[in-house]
């Protein structure tokens, strides 16, 4: 086959090269994939990968803003300033639980995984990008439930972990999604102790 004849590689699609990553980056964990891994699923070489993405760890960073625009729970919903926190926390657990377990292989939040990783530069995206929902639980308890807001932030921050790594390593839906209500009782039970009661 000439030259005249032979057929001219497609363009990279750098996009779709992010949707590589993250489906990568999801399964395996960011310290289990190589850069080899990524420059075959993308076929690809390394030059273009670095030209494309800067390094690792910058395209980690990007497949994970790529997840939040995906995957983000519905805060703003869930912990509406009208919503009593006794209904609001546990329906977060559930929602967070139904969706690290839903994917057969894509299980846990990436995001919240990235915090485990090795990588100090990997692991502080990861912890920078988990920032803004802890600080939206916060800002949430201490606008409804302010002398338990940082116990009740630190308790729900320890469960969605907990969660997303019971994930992780393959905990059924079912289990799963029972863990989150069996949490959320728990800490509707402690809000509802901690409501004054009223003489009769």
Do not use: W
Request: net charge negative.
């Amino acid at each position: 086959m000439n030259a005249k004849t032979r057929q001219r590689r497609p363009a990279f699609d750098r996009e779709a090269g992010v949707a590589i990553a993250q489906a990568l980056f999801h399964e395996r964990g960011y310290d289990a994939v190589s850069l080899a891994d990524l420059t075959h699923a993308m076929d690809i070489k390394p030059p273009s990968f670095y030209a494309a993405y800067g390094s690792k760890a910058e395209l980690f960073e990007r497949t994970m803003l790529r997840y939040a625009q995906e995957n983000a729970l519905p805060l703003a919903e869930l912990l509406a300033p009208d919503r009593p926190p006794a209904e609001a926390l546990p329906a977060l657990l559930l929602a967070a639980a139904e969706q690290y377990g839903r994917d057969s292989v894509l299980r846990g939040c990436m995001i919240t995984e990235g915090m485990r990783a090795d990588d100090p530069a990997a692991r502080r995206m990861a912890e920078n990008l988990a920032s803004g929902g802890l600080q939206a639980i916060r800002a949430y308890l201490d606008q409804v439930h302010p002398q338990d807001a940082e116990s009740l932030t630190d308790y729900v921050s320890v469960t969605l972990r907990g969660l997303s790594a019971s994930a992780c390593n393959g905990m059924p839906y079912e289990r799963l999604t029972q863990v989150a209500r069996t949490a959320g009782r728990f800490i509707a039970h402690e809000l509802e102790a901690d409501e004054p009661t009223t003489a009769s």
